[in-house]
């Protein structure tokens, strides 16, 4: 077995008197695509938010790479490889496809964004131009290279989640954490997801997916991690996870597993 690329231990996150998550233990294999699964109000977006730091933790700890994230801040953890989407996607309507994708590389840029768009200094423009083939090379992987010029907006919901993708991609991660990948997409649209989360998965990024479709987990994730009410109810392989008793009370429901 590879050695982990993220451990949690203890980990919780209370908002007032409400626990969202208790205490939950993870460990996320290296190089493998991992899903969370659970109903509603289980907690798998606010882990989400606690690993990239959007929330402080209450309690316990978070290890990425065997460092301690600790209180290092959201902007600062794309520095430590660890990029995400969202499920409702925010993307930059007043930029171009490409434009977008460009902005993933920039906090690893030499320059800042405004001298890299102004294009105020000659390394600064050349650098640009290294930044625009690179978010090219990441638009053509998800299959939008054709569209680089349009309004990122224009696109529909699919290629919207397709850009959101590889704009994640073009801060390089190591991790990479999709909320609800396959929401609002068609059968088609879905079993291309599954493609390319298959493809990223071989560049040798580890993928963490929360996902409510079943059949596009347990097609896809090759380790399955059950959550309930804040807590770790059980995980394995999606085999296993569809014939735990925990996990179809819990969540899948008796005519899911048949």
């Not at 590389?105 to 768009?117: I, T, V």
């Amino acid at each position: 077995m590879n050695e982990p690329i993220l451990v949690t231990r203890n980990l919780g996150k209370s908002f007032g008197g409400i626990v969202a998550l208790d205490e939950v233990d993870l460990s996320i294999e290296t190089g493998k695509i991992t899903a969370i699964i659970g109903p509603n109000g289980a907690g798998k977006t606010t882990l989400f938010n606690l690993i990239t730091g959007v929330y402080p933790v209450s309690t316990g700890e978070i290890h990425f790479q065997g460092k301690l994230l600790g209180r290092i801040p959201a902007h600062k953890r794309a520095h430590f490889c660890i990029a995400r989407t969202f499920q409702h996607i925010h993307l930059f309507g007043n930029m171009t496809v490409l434009e977008n994708v460009m902005t993933g590389q920039h906090p690893r840029s030499s320059y800042g964004f405004l001298e890299a768009a102004l294009r105020l200094l000659p390394k600064a423009r050349r650098e640009e131009e290294a930044i625009s083939l690179k978010a090219m090379r990441y638009l053509n992987m998800v299959g939008l290279g054709m569209h680089a010029s349009q309004n990122a907006l224009s696109l529909p919901l699919g290629q919207q989640k397709l850009l959101a993708i590889a704009r994640a991609l073009a801060t390089e991660p190591q991790l990479l954490l999709l909320d609800e990948p396959g929401a609002g997409l068609n059968r088609l649209e879905k079993r291309e997801l599954s493609d390319l989360i298959h493809r990223i998965r071989e560049l040798g990024i580890s993928v963490i997916l929360v996902e409510h479709d079943m059949p596009l987990v347990m097609g896809l994730a090759e380790w399955v991690i059950v959550l309930d009410s804040g807590q770790k109810i059980a995980e394995g392989t999606a085999a296993q996870v569809q014939k735990d008793q925990r996990v179809i009370s819990a969540y899948l429901g008796e005519e899911e597993v048949e």
